[in-house]
């Protein structure tokens, strides 16, 4: 019996290790760790294109816009909203399923419009959304976000739209 139980040890810890983060009712308190980040997303063009942007809404609720464009170099931009808004976020992202959704969303092979779209000039920038709440973390990716190439849910961009929302109002008040 000895000799099995190294084998139903590592049996268990597999088959607990192995499940995937289940999304569940979380209270969403003071003390939830709480991080929210966009990268990428629309094009490279133009005569000063973008080659970095990254928008990070931190737990405490700064709001960190690091960008960086060909001609004119990085730009870091602080921006504030308070902790209440960053949870009602958090709240939102979690309503509307976001740590149910698959890790990437990519043209459908039979899509020759969306494969030809990812080869174009100026091209496609993925997108990528990362959400930290309490212990659950997720990270998803569409390689083409723009209306109608890629059959993404509708929740992935009410969640996009909302941080957006959440970083455009941070940035009137300052």
Do not use: W
Request: charged share 25%; glycine share 8%; net charge negative.
């Amino acid at each position: 019996m000895a000799k099995y139980l190294p084998l139903s040890i590592l049996i268990l810890f597999l088959v607990v290790g192995c499940n995937p983060v289940k999304e569940s009712p979380q209270e969403i308190g003071g003390s939830t760790f709480i991080q929210i980040k966009l990268e990428g997303g629309g094009f490279y063009g133009g005569y000063n294109p973008v080659t970095e942007n990254i928008r990070t809404i931190k737990t405490t609720g700064e709001i960190l816009i690091h960008t960086k464009q060909l001609y004119t170099g990085d730009r870091d931009v602080t921006l504030f909203t308070s902790r209440d808004e960053v949870e009602k976020l958090a709240g939102f992202i979690l309503d509307n399923g976001f740590f149910t959704l698959k890790d990437m969303y990519d043209c459908d092979p039979s899509n020759e419009e969306c494969n030809q779209r990812k080869k174009e000039y100026p091209p496609a920038i993925p997108l990528q959304v990362d959400v930290t709440i309490g212990n659950m973390r997720k990270s998803v990716t569409v390689t083409v976000f723009e209306k109608g190439m890629i059959d993404y849910p509708e929740s992935f961009e009410a969640i996009v739209d909302r941080i957006n929302e959440l970083i455009a109002r941070a940035g009137e008040q300052d």
